[in-house]
Protein backbone atom coordinates (compact mmCIF):
# COMPACT_ATOMS: atom_id res chain seq x y z
CA UNK A 1 0.00 0.00 0.00
CA UNK A 2 1.28 3.02 -0.66
CA UNK A 3 2.54 5.57 2.17
CA UNK A 4 0.14 8.33 1.51
CA UNK A 5 -3.18 6.51 1.06
CA UNK A 6 -1.55 4.50 4.95
CA UNK A 7 -1.48 7.76 6.40
CA UNK A 8 -5.35 9.06 5.11
CA UNK A 9 -6.36 5.39 6.87
CA UNK A 10 -4.75 5.60 9.66
CA UNK A 11 -6.20 9.43 9.80
CA UNK A 12 -9.73 7.96 9.75
CA UNK A 13 -9.22 5.65 11.94
CA UNK A 14 -8.31 7.94 14.48
CA UNK A 15 -10.60 10.37 13.68
CA UNK A 16 -13.34 7.84 14.49
CA UNK A 17 -11.83 6.68 17.76
CA UNK A 18 -11.97 10.54 19.02
CA UNK A 19 -15.31 10.62 18.07
CA UNK A 20 -16.50 7.82 19.67
CA UNK A 21 -14.58 8.64 22.55
CA UNK A 22 -16.17 11.86 22.59
CA UNK A 23 -19.23 10.49 22.61
CA UNK A 24 -18.67 8.19 25.22
CA UNK A 25 -17.38 11.19 27.71
CA UNK A 26 -20.42 13.38 26.75
CA UNK A 27 -22.73 10.48 27.93
CA UNK A 28 -21.27 10.11 30.94
CA UNK A 29 -20.67 13.86 31.78
CA UNK A 30 -24.88 13.95 31.15
CA UNK A 31 -25.48 11.19 33.51
CA UNK A 32 -23.16 12.52 36.22
CA UNK A 33 -25.73 15.57 36.21
CA UNK A 34 -28.93 13.72 36.17
CA UNK A 35 -27.16 12.09 38.99
CA UNK A 36 -25.88 15.11 40.60
CA UNK A 37 -29.66 16.80 40.56
CA UNK A 38 -30.91 13.69 41.69
CA UNK A 39 -33.26 12.91 38.37
CA UNK A 40 -31.68 9.43 38.21
CA UNK A 41 -31.77 8.01 41.90
CA UNK A 42 -31.92 4.12 41.60
CA UNK A 43 -30.11 2.03 44.32
CA UNK A 44 -26.60 1.02 43.54
CA UNK A 45 -26.70 -2.55 42.03
CA UNK A 46 -30.29 -2.86 40.82
CA UNK A 47 -32.54 -1.80 38.18
CA UNK A 48 -35.58 -1.27 37.49
CA UNK A 49 -36.37 -5.75 36.79
CA UNK A 50 -35.07 -6.20 40.10
CA UNK A 51 -36.43 -3.77 42.21
CA UNK A 52 -38.71 -5.62 45.22
CA UNK A 53 -42.93 -4.50 44.98
CA UNK A 54 -43.34 -1.84 46.62
CA UNK A 55 -40.03 -0.48 46.58
CA UNK A 56 -40.00 3.80 46.39
CA UNK A 57 -38.35 5.63 43.85
CA UNK A 58 -37.86 9.04 44.61
CA UNK A 59 -37.38 10.92 41.45
CA UNK A 60 -37.10 14.30 41.91
CA UNK A 61 -38.59 16.93 38.71
CA UNK A 62 -37.11 19.91 37.76
CA UNK A 63 -40.05 21.75 39.08
CA UNK A 64 -40.65 25.77 39.33
CA UNK A 65 -41.69 27.12 42.48
CA UNK A 66 -45.82 27.63 42.01
CA UNK A 67 -46.20 30.61 43.72
CA UNK A 68 -43.40 32.33 41.90
CA UNK A 69 -44.01 30.65 38.61
CA UNK A 70 -47.14 32.20 36.41
CA UNK A 71 -49.21 29.86 34.78
CA UNK A 72 -48.35 27.35 36.98
CA UNK A 73 -51.72 26.76 38.93
CA UNK A 74 -52.90 27.82 42.19
CA UNK A 75 -51.52 27.24 45.44
CA UNK A 76 -48.12 25.51 46.57
CA UNK A 77 -47.65 22.04 46.21
CA UNK A 78 -44.57 21.68 47.95
CA UNK A 79 -41.89 18.51 47.14
CA UNK A 80 -43.14 16.34 43.91
CA UNK A 81 -42.07 13.16 43.47
CA UNK A 82 -42.74 9.58 41.74
CA UNK A 83 -43.58 6.36 43.08
CA UNK A 84 -42.64 3.44 41.30
CA UNK A 85 -45.77 1.48 42.34
CA UNK A 86 -45.57 -1.47 39.00
CA UNK A 87 -44.52 -2.69 35.94
CA UNK A 88 -47.50 -4.85 35.12
CA UNK A 89 -49.52 -2.98 34.63
CA UNK A 90 -47.18 0.15 34.43
CA UNK A 91 -48.35 2.28 37.48
CA UNK A 92 -46.72 5.54 39.09
CA UNK A 93 -47.77 8.10 41.89
CA UNK A 94 -46.74 11.48 41.47
CA UNK A 95 -46.89 12.93 44.86
CA UNK A 96 -48.15 16.26 45.46
CA UNK A 97 -49.36 16.56 41.86
CA UNK A 98 -51.72 19.39 42.60
CA UNK A 99 -52.22 21.72 45.67
CA UNK A 100 -54.68 21.79 48.31
CA UNK A 101 -56.42 24.79 46.50
CA UNK A 102 -56.36 22.84 43.29
CA UNK A 103 -58.61 20.26 44.98
CA UNK A 104 -60.77 22.12 46.63
CA UNK A 105 -61.39 24.43 43.06
CA UNK A 106 -62.43 21.48 41.34
CA UNK A 107 -64.53 20.59 44.21
CA UNK A 108 -66.04 23.51 44.50
CA UNK A 109 -66.76 24.12 40.76
CA UNK A 110 -68.10 19.96 40.12
CA UNK A 111 -70.52 20.06 42.82
CA UNK A 112 -73.11 21.75 41.67
CA UNK A 113 -73.51 19.83 38.77
CA UNK A 114 -73.18 16.09 40.53
CA UNK A 115 -75.55 13.85 38.64
CA UNK A 116 -75.45 9.70 39.20
CA UNK A 117 -72.50 8.58 37.49
CA UNK A 118 -72.41 6.40 34.01
CA UNK A 119 -70.48 4.16 31.83
CA UNK A 120 -70.37 3.64 28.29
CA UNK A 121 -72.27 1.61 26.00
CA UNK A 122 -69.83 -0.36 24.04
CA UNK A 123 -72.68 -0.64 20.93
CA UNK A 124 -73.88 2.86 20.88
CA UNK A 125 -70.84 4.96 22.64
CA UNK A 126 -73.88 6.60 24.87
CA UNK A 127 -73.68 6.59 28.69
CA UNK A 128 -75.88 4.36 30.55
CA UNK A 129 -76.65 3.55 34.34
CA UNK A 130 -74.96 0.34 36.02
CA UNK A 131 -75.04 -0.86 39.52
CA UNK A 132 -71.06 -1.89 38.52
CA UNK A 133 -70.59 2.46 39.26
CA UNK A 134 -72.47 4.06 42.14
CA UNK A 135 -70.72 7.39 42.64
CA UNK A 136 -71.86 10.35 41.28
CA UNK A 137 -70.10 12.68 39.18
CA UNK A 138 -69.57 15.58 36.35
CA UNK A 139 -67.57 16.73 33.37
CA UNK A 140 -65.53 19.77 33.03
CA UNK A 141 -65.13 20.94 28.96
CA UNK A 142 -61.22 20.54 28.65
CA UNK A 143 -59.40 23.95 28.71
CA UNK A 144 -62.53 25.58 29.99
CA UNK A 145 -60.83 28.35 32.09
CA UNK A 146 -57.28 29.04 33.08
CA UNK A 147 -56.57 26.86 36.09
CA UNK A 148 -57.95 23.81 34.18
CA UNK A 149 -55.71 24.69 31.17
CA UNK A 150 -52.55 24.99 33.94
CA UNK A 151 -53.32 21.13 35.26
CA UNK A 152 -54.17 19.92 31.53
CA UNK A 153 -50.33 21.55 30.72
CA UNK A 154 -48.77 20.02 33.54
CA UNK A 155 -50.64 16.51 33.29
CA UNK A 156 -49.05 16.81 29.57
CA UNK A 157 -45.25 17.57 30.92
CA UNK A 158 -45.90 15.14 33.25
CA UNK A 159 -47.24 11.91 31.10
CA UNK A 160 -45.43 13.42 27.61
CA UNK A 161 -49.36 13.10 25.84
CA UNK A 162 -50.28 16.38 24.53
CA UNK A 163 -52.73 18.12 26.14
CA UNK A 164 -55.16 17.45 22.53
CA UNK A 165 -55.29 13.77 22.77
CA UNK A 166 -57.11 14.14 26.46
CA UNK A 167 -61.24 14.38 27.32
CA UNK A 168 -61.95 16.48 29.70
CA UNK A 169 -61.81 16.32 33.52
CA UNK A 170 -63.86 14.05 35.30
CA UNK A 171 -64.90 14.77 39.08
CA UNK A 172 -66.42 11.95 40.95
CA UNK A 173 -67.39 11.66 43.99
CA UNK A 174 -68.34 8.38 46.60
CA UNK A 175 -70.05 8.21 49.66
CA UNK A 176 -69.94 6.12 52.37
CA UNK A 177 -70.77 2.45 50.19
CA UNK A 178 -70.46 3.52 46.83
CA UNK A 179 -67.68 1.92 44.77
CA UNK A 180 -66.69 1.22 40.78
CA UNK A 181 -66.23 -2.63 40.15
CA UNK A 182 -63.16 -3.54 38.71
CA UNK A 183 -62.86 -2.61 34.89
CA UNK A 184 -60.50 -1.39 31.92
CA UNK A 185 -60.46 1.65 30.73
CA UNK A 186 -59.49 0.81 26.90
CA UNK A 187 -61.80 -0.14 24.58
CA UNK A 188 -63.28 -3.47 22.80
CA UNK A 189 -65.46 -1.80 19.91
CA UNK A 190 -64.59 -0.01 16.96
CA UNK A 191 -67.15 2.71 17.84
CA UNK A 192 -65.63 4.12 21.04
CA UNK A 193 -62.14 4.28 19.12
CA UNK A 194 -63.30 6.40 16.77
CA UNK A 195 -62.42 9.99 17.96
CA UNK A 196 -58.46 10.00 19.22
CA UNK A 197 -57.86 5.91 18.57
CA UNK A 198 -57.88 3.57 21.58
CA UNK A 199 -57.06 5.36 25.37
CA UNK A 200 -53.77 4.91 26.06
CA UNK A 201 -53.34 5.91 29.95
CA UNK A 202 -55.61 7.03 32.60
CA UNK A 203 -54.69 9.95 35.52
CA UNK A 204 -56.52 9.40 38.48
CA UNK A 205 -56.04 12.80 40.88
CA UNK A 206 -57.41 12.42 44.30
CA UNK A 207 -58.98 15.24 45.07
CA UNK A 208 -59.68 14.77 49.04
CA UNK A 209 -58.21 12.14 51.84
CA UNK A 210 -60.46 9.20 52.70
CA UNK A 211 -60.87 7.46 56.37
CA UNK A 212 -60.95 4.12 55.43
CA UNK A 213 -61.76 2.72 52.42
CA UNK A 214 -62.24 4.01 48.83
CA UNK A 215 -58.43 2.71 47.41
CA UNK A 216 -58.14 1.89 43.99
CA UNK A 217 -57.41 -1.35 43.44
CA UNK A 218 -55.61 -3.51 40.29
CA UNK A 219 -56.98 -6.96 41.23
CA UNK A 220 -54.82 -8.41 37.79
CA UNK A 221 -51.56 -6.89 38.77
CA UNK A 222 -48.60 -8.93 38.31
CA UNK A 223 -46.48 -9.67 41.77
CA UNK A 224 -46.74 -10.17 45.58
CA UNK A 225 -48.47 -7.22 47.14
CA UNK A 226 -49.33 -8.72 50.54
CA UNK A 227 -45.26 -7.31 51.60
CA UNK A 228 -46.03 -3.36 51.10
CA UNK A 229 -45.71 -1.67 54.05
CA UNK A 230 -49.52 -0.64 55.52
CA UNK A 231 -50.73 -4.10 54.06
CA UNK A 232 -52.87 -4.73 57.29
CA UNK A 233 -54.62 -1.26 57.33
CA UNK A 234 -56.33 -2.06 53.51
CA UNK A 235 -59.62 -2.51 53.52
CA UNK A 236 -60.27 -6.24 52.55
CA UNK A 237 -61.35 -4.90 49.12
CA UNK A 238 -57.90 -3.48 48.36
CA UNK A 239 -55.98 -6.98 49.53
CA UNK A 240 -57.46 -8.21 46.59
CA UNK A 241 -54.35 -6.79 44.42
CA UNK A 242 -52.37 -4.06 44.07
CA UNK A 243 -54.03 -1.21 45.78
CA UNK A 244 -53.78 3.07 46.10
CA UNK A 245 -55.15 4.63 49.47
CA UNK A 246 -55.97 7.84 48.13
CA UNK A 247 -54.04 11.10 49.30
CA UNK A 248 -54.94 14.29 48.69
CA UNK A 249 -53.36 16.32 45.83
CA UNK A 250 -52.12 12.79 44.94
CA UNK A 251 -52.64 11.72 41.39
CA UNK A 252 -52.15 7.99 39.60
CA UNK A 253 -50.81 7.35 36.15
CA UNK A 254 -51.25 3.82 35.15
CA UNK A 255 -51.45 2.87 31.45
CA UNK A 256 -53.96 0.71 29.53
CA UNK A 257 -51.49 -0.16 26.97
CA UNK A 258 -48.13 -1.58 26.85
CA UNK A 259 -45.50 0.13 24.93
CA UNK A 260 -46.17 -2.28 22.12
CA UNK A 261 -49.36 -0.76 21.84
CA UNK A 262 -51.06 -4.04 22.43
CA UNK A 263 -53.34 -3.49 25.05
CA UNK A 264 -52.77 -4.50 29.16
CA UNK A 265 -55.06 -7.14 30.68
CA UNK A 266 -53.42 -6.02 33.90
CA UNK A 267 -54.50 -2.67 34.11
CA UNK A 268 -57.58 -3.87 35.33
CA UNK A 269 -58.46 -1.58 37.79
CA UNK A 270 -61.89 -0.44 40.52
CA UNK A 271 -62.68 1.83 43.48
CA UNK A 272 -63.22 0.03 46.80
CA UNK A 273 -66.40 1.41 48.47
CA UNK A 274 -66.11 4.16 51.03
CA UNK A 275 -66.24 2.78 54.61
CA UNK A 276 -65.96 6.61 55.98
CA UNK A 277 -65.71 10.01 55.21
CA UNK A 278 -66.15 10.47 51.15
CA UNK A 279 -64.32 10.31 48.59
CA UNK A 280 -63.25 13.18 45.48
CA UNK A 281 -61.22 12.79 42.61
CA UNK A 282 -60.75 13.67 39.19
CA UNK A 283 -60.14 11.55 36.25
CA UNK A 284 -57.97 12.60 32.84
CA UNK A 285 -58.71 9.85 29.95
CA UNK A 286 -55.72 9.94 27.49
CA UNK A 287 -56.31 8.57 24.08
CA UNK A 288 -53.30 7.73 21.19
CA UNK A 289 -54.68 10.61 18.74
CA UNK A 290 -56.15 13.92 19.30
CA UNK A 291 -59.14 13.66 21.04
CA UNK A 292 -61.87 16.44 19.22
CA UNK A 293 -63.99 18.27 21.86
Known amino acids: MPKGRSNRHQGKKSSTVVLVLSMLLMLTIVLLMLLGLGILSLPIGSDEDSLPIGYRIKLKRLTLDI ?3 EGQGVGDRGEQWTEVLSWEPRAFIYH ?5 EECEYLINLARPHMVKSTVVDSKTGKSMDSRVRTSSGTFLKRGRDKIIRDIEKRIADYT ?3 AEHGEGLQV ?3 EVGQKYEPHYDYFLDEFNTKNGGQRIATLLMYLSDVE ?4 TIFPAAMGNYSSVPGWN ?3 E ?3 RGLSVKPKRGDALLFWSMRPDATLDPSSLHG ?3 VIRGNKWSSTKWMHVGEYKV
Open 233 to 235: ERS
Open 67 to 69: NKS
Open 172 to 174: LHY
Open 96 to 100: NFLSK
Open 237 to 239: CAK
Open 212 to 215: EGGE
Open 160 to 162: FIP
Open 271 to 273: GCP
